[in-house]
């Protein structure tokens, strides 16, 4: 696989970006050991740009560079998880309080698209589909509420959640689960009721706090 030198960007930030969705996706397992020789290989580029992605990923606490002993994924931390949730949560909170004020018609539509395109992945049990509409979704409420900045955040900070939330999706009931819980924040928008609208986005954010002893239970080599 080589990276698509046309896409804008230096190589070192795209390579960053491929080598933190295989992270997020479990591609790259946690506590595995990265060879900058083999990923150079791999997507075709010098060592340079690789040395670079894993420096700028070590600094998101992704990786971890050890001295001597060559650079690890890091195990997924449950206090790093509580604390990107807890913030994604005041951000997101406050997002859908906004929307609840006026919100744009356009990104209306594009919600309705990603939640057909959610249930259509669910349906076909497609874990990595239904996270890319379900970031789909997320974006629209931003973008509709006029805070398009804040997915910025949020980006950001549930790339720590999302490695866990990758061992919940185990069928199409629990991907289901999460479309009601956003249609759920939807209806509370169209009503034009914040209350019952942040009490929604807190509740489905809270959906990977109820999970997360049984993921941990199954796959303790996951976790610090």
Avoid at 134 to 147: N, V
Wanted: hydrophobic residues 45%; contains cysteine.
């Amino acid at each position: 696989m080589t990276i698509d030198l046309s896409r804008g960007g230096s190589t070192a930030h795209r390579l960053e970006k491929e080598l933190l969705r295989a992270i997020v996706s479990l591609e790259l397992y946690p506590g595995v050991r990265l060879s900058e020789q083999e990923i150079a290989e791999r997507y075709g580029v010098s060592r340079q740009p690789v040395r670079e992605a894993l420096i700028a990923l070590s600094k998101q606490q992704f990786v971890e560079v050890l001295p001597q002993r060559g650079t690890m994924v890091v195990k997924i931390s449950i206090a790093k998880m509580r604390e990107a949730r807890f913030l994604r949560e005041v951000i997101e909170s406050a997002v859908v309080r906004r929307a609840c004020e006026a919100f744009d018609p356009a990104s209306r539509e594009k919600i309705d698209e990603a939640l057909e395109a959610q249930a259509r992945a669910a349906a076909r049990t497609d874990h990595s589909a239904f996270q890319r509409f379900d970031e789909q979704f997320h974006i629209a409420l931003a973008e509709g509420a006029g805070c398009p900045m804040a997915w910025s955040v949020v980006g950001n900070l549930k790339a720590h959640m999302d490695r866990a939330c990758q061992l919940t999706l185990l069928n199409a009931a629990a991907m289901q689960l999460l479309i009601q819980q956003h249609q759920a924040i939807v209806t509370a928008i169209d009503a034009a009721d914040p209350e019952a609208a942040e009490a929604a986005m807190r509740h489905h954010l809270t959906e990977i706090l109820r999970a997360l002893p049984e993921v941990e239970k199954n796959h303790p080599d996951l976790f610090e």
